[in-house]
């Protein structure tokens, strides 16, 4: 699981993230953002991360501070800052939890401080 884990990593490192959804992600997977809203399919997600990173104008930084493997789960903490199209600027601190079956992702909930 390692492997995986560090895969994906990589890839919201590199900015790659409905790419390492559409990859990683069970057809059925769910997801939970610290907002409440929720996915429940990998389509549903990749087309919301799209949208996400389809709004930044530039990316300042996406850092992987610490990530921790378990029994079936993991928890990846990345600190992100991006200029988004409409002006803004977004900076934040996240942890990614995630459940694993069969070399996919099922459950992933955000925590942001």
Not at 12 to 25: D, M, Y
Not at 101 to 107: A, P, Q, R, S
Request: charged share 25%; hydrophobic share 35%; aromatic share 8%.
């Amino acid at each position: 699981m390692q492997e995986l884990v560090s895969e994906m990593d990589n890839m919201v490192l590199r900015g790659e993230i409905p790419q390492a959804v559409a990859k990683f992600f069970d057809e059925s997977a769910h997801t939970k953002d610290v907002d409440g809203s929720e996915t429940s399919t990998r389509e549903q997600a990749v087309q919301k991360l799209t949208g996400f990173v389809g709004s930044i104008a530039q990316v300042n930084e996406i850092s992987l501070l610490n990530s921790s493997i378990g029994e079936d789960v993991s928890m990846s903490e990345f600190r992100f800052h991006f200029n988004m199209k409409d002006g803004s600027e977004i900076k934040w601190h996240e942890v990614i939890r995630r459940e694993w079956e069969d070399g996919l992702v099922v459950n992933e909930t955000y925590f942001q401080n």
